[in-house]
């Protein structure tokens, strides 16, 4: 960070601020910055990694220096070697890969902060993707939260205000848990009956009969990175369409269900055409960290979207101070929406992400630094995975410039409307109120359908065609 900032100011103050020069300028020491940053993560593996990775998926709130050189993190992190892939191999399973596989494709399909994934062919000729543990992982990421325990205590001490001690809890907590790739089977399964009815989800399946902790046997599903434009148009995917599911199955899991993937990073999430049917679907990988949320928690976070999609900036306030924000609400409401106050007064679903309003965010994040951090501290700590998991969502729907659509906030309030009745219902005993919800919630979710549909009809530009028509039929005389 020191050399980062030292190259920054030093480079860019003799120029003027603003200027072509500036811009330039800036352009390059970004990108310096932005290489010092991947190298410092590929060297030091593990836990850097996994942060390099999330700061690659921050299109909406970093350079473009910083995101497309971090990308790389997704899928193209260092690699074991073949013989430390044996290694692990025969320690967790007891035999030689080739008495395991037909074939064993040396080169990885992909390598991440944890452990990468290898395309093979079982001896019943069932093509499988093999995910390998690297060997040293587990050693080096209690190494690495000791030191990021050791710099939380340093920088608390120089700075005050910033409370970063969550940060290496939660390290504690999840790391653990995505080491365990029995445990990732497991949530793979449970998540995949749990959005069963989503016919455009593909969740692979698990082989337990050749699955450990360090190895997770898995079907082979091929794909594109979620944020590829140009694969979905070279496979004529629509963007918008995978767009609309994936905020469909985000909201049921974190409204309806409260078991969310909280790590849907480009490398995790990919795309393809179904090779049946032809239709778009989505495959979701890596099922090592999942959020569970309380009821509690669930049912407020529900409140609190609903007020934010219908501006009841009332609302907004009362169920943002349930869920820890305090006087820092206003914040609150920014950070999860990703959008300016402004635009949250106004009505998050009346109108689009702007430029400007992209560049104010980047601009003030700084500013709001400590705020932050207290903020951060004080929420639930089920908040800050969400908070995580939002960061990475709004990430690809800014590579696929599909932001803040007023389709996938109508969805999120179809969840929440069905979420808040299912408990309502659960928690009364009468035949009679139970109905009453029942219709309640059947004429708010009508509503929404209502208010979709108007949308959809002022997008088709109407009167234009009807204008357009008359014109055709009744050409004006010369």
């Known amino acids: 960070t020191a050399v980062i900032s030292y190259d920054y100011l030093t480079s860019l103050r003799s120029v003027p601020y603003g200027s072509e020069e500036y811009l330039a300028l800036r352009s390059k020491v970004h990108l310096r910055s932005a290489r010092r940053l991947c190298e410092l993560c590929c060297a030091n593996r593990g836990t850097f990694i996994k942060v390099g990775q999330h700061l690659g998926a921050l299109d909406y709130l970093l350079p473009e220096e910083y995101t497309s050189t971090l990308k790389v993190l997704h899928s193209q992190a260092p690699q074991s070697s073949m013989q430390e892939v044996r290694q692990v191999i025969r320690e967790d399973l007891g035999k030689e890969i080739h008495d395991l596989f037909m074939s064993f494709d040396d080169t990885p399909l992909g390598a991440a902060s944890l452990a990468q994934v290898h395309k093979a062919v079982l001896h019943d000729g069932r093509t499988v993707a093999v995910k390998v543990q690297h060997p040293k992982v587990q050693a080096q990421s209690s190494k690495d939260i000791l030191l990021m325990e050791v710099l939380v205590l340093a920088v608390k001490q120089l700075f005050p205000d910033f409370e970063f001690m969550w940060l290496v809890d939660e390290a504690k907590k999840n790391l653990p848990l995505e080491l365990d790739f029995l445990n990732e089977g497991r949530n793979a399964e449970k998540v995949a009956q749990m959005l069963k009815h989503f016919d455009f989800l593909k969740v692979p399946q698990i082989y337990w009969e050749l ?101 009841d900036m009332k609302r907004v306030e009362e169920y943002s101070q349930r869920l820890g924000a305090g006087d820092l609400y206003p914040l609150f409401a920014c950070m999860l929406t990703a959008r300016s106050w402004d635009s949250v007064n106004r009505g998050i679903s009346q109108a689009p992400v702007t430029a400007t309003e992209d560049a104010e965010i980047r601009n003030n994040a700084a500013n709001y630094l400590p705020q932050i951090s207290q903020l951060l501290n004080h929420v639930p700590r089920q908040m800050l995975l969400i908070f995580k998991t939002n960061d990475l969502l709004r990430g690809i729907e800014a590579a696929l410039g599909t932001r803040a659509s007023a389709s996938s906030f109508l969805n999120m309030s179809r969840c929440c409307i069905r979420a808040l009745a299912e408990h309502k219902k659960k928690n009364t005993c009468s035949f009679f109120r139970r109905t009453q919800i029942s219709f309640g919630e059947a004429f708010s979710l009508w509503q929404i359908s209502l208010h979709e549909l108007m949308l959809r009809v002022k997008g088709l530009k109407l009167p234009s065609w009807a204008m357009a028509l008359l014109c055709w039929l009744f050409p004006a005389p010369h």
């Open 211 to 311: 699955s450990t902790k360090r190895v997770l046997l898995m079907e082979f599903v091929d794909g594109g990175q979620v944020n590829d434009r140009d694969y979905m148009e070279r496979n004529k995917i629509d963007v918008n369409e995978i767009s609309r599911h994936l905020g469909k199955m985000y909201s049921e899991m974190i409204f309806v269900n409260g078991f969310v993937h909280c790590d849907p990073h480009p490398g995790n999430v990919l795309v393809r055409k179904h090779p049946g049917t032809g239709k778009a679907e989505i495959i979701l990988l890596d099922h090592g960290l999942y959020q569970v949320l309380t009821e509690e928690f669930r049912l407020d976070y529900c409140h609190l979207w609903q007020s934010l999609i219908w501006t």
